[in-house]
């Protein structure tokens, strides 16, 4: 009931695979590290290159438990097809992974939370508001989902994709955020980006003082350099590999 079954994979995946496996279990610690996650719900979904295989967390685990080894490979269907796979994993988490994985191939990472701050930003009527640079960030790649309850009818997968569309964050209403990222690392920048929009802005509606805005001509200015803006040398390439070594420091043991 309590133990969680050992497992190492490394010999018997590919060198992509197990990468993806590392880093992906490096963004589930991460999780824990910032307080983002929720008991052992939301989800961090990452293609492995070269396929249109998924990883998953396995459900049931809390993330600070989640390592490379017990990480769940799904097709795009949902169905496991990890050999001896001694876990399930969630439909609703999977409903919303597939669903955005299909829509945006080119994109390897889906990072989906339920932080307070995001669901109370995306339960307003006039969603994020541009009070900070990170909310200049977002707004830049910005869409919204309607609540339609727990996430496990099929036929919400077009309306989610159809809201993507190509942008990189989302806010689900009543519900919590969505990132993608060509990149383990570039989700988790734009999730670090679009939390940290959301956090300021209730702290700013919070105060009665005027408020100043973000100039639209900004927004748009960072939306034409939307491929660079924290992808690549300013972002997800640089900042990553620091991630994954504060990951080591913190739980020695994730890359197992």
Known sequence: MYDIPTMNLQAQVSEAEWQTRVELAAAYRLL????????????????????EDLLINAFGLAFEEVTASNLVKIDIDGNIIQADCPFDINPAGFTIHSAVHIARPEAQCAMHLHHPDAIAVASCEQGLLPYSQYSAFALASMSYHQYEGLAVNHDEIKRLQEDLGKANFMLLRNHG????????????????????????QVKMQASNDSKILVDQSIIDGIKAQANIVHTGQTGGEKAWPAMMRRVKRQYPDFDQ
């Open 32 to 51: 824990v590290m910032h307080q983002w996650d929720d008991l052992i719900h939301t989800h961090i979904s990452a293609r492995i290159p070269g396929t």
């Open 177 to 200: 955020a969505l990132t993608m990222g060509n990149t383990i690392g570039d989700a988790f920048m734009h999730m670090y980006d679009l939390l940290r929009a959301c956090e300021v």
